[in-house]
C-alpha cells in the first residue's frame, strides 16, 4: 500500500521509499522509512496531509504514489 492509499485517520508506518530523490525530499520535510504518522486530510484531486507528532505535511499524490507503508 502506498501513502496515496491511505484514509483519513489511519495510522500506519513508512516502510520504504524507492526513489533516493524522493527520500532526499521526504527528509527534508522530516518524513524517513521508520516513521509512525497519521493521515490528518485527503484533499479530492490533491494532496494527503499527514501528521506526525504536532506537524503537519502536505504530500503531492504524485510524491505519495513512490512511498509504501503498512498498518
Given at each position: 500500500m502506498t501513502l496515496?492509499?491511505?484514509?483519513?485517520?489511519?495510522?500506519?508506518?513508512?516502510?520504504?521509499?524507492?526513489?533516493?530523490k524522493i527520500r532526499a525530499q521526504a527528509l527534508r520535510f522530516g518524513?524517513?522509512?521508520g516513521a509512525n504518522v497519521s493521515c490528518a486530510e485527503k484533499v479530492p484531486g490533491?494532496?494527503?496531509i499527514i501528521k506526525r507528532n504536532l506537524q503537519e505535511i502536505a504530500v503531492g499524490r504524485r510524491?505519495?504514489?513512490?512511498?509504501?507503508?503498512?498498518q
Open positions: 496515496a492509499d491511505v484514509n483519513c485517520g489511519e495510522e500506519f508506518k513508512i516502510t520504504d521509499i524507492k526513489d533516493d518524513i524517513s522509512e490533491g494532496p494527503v510524491l505519495a504514489k513512490n512511498i509504501t507503508v503498512e
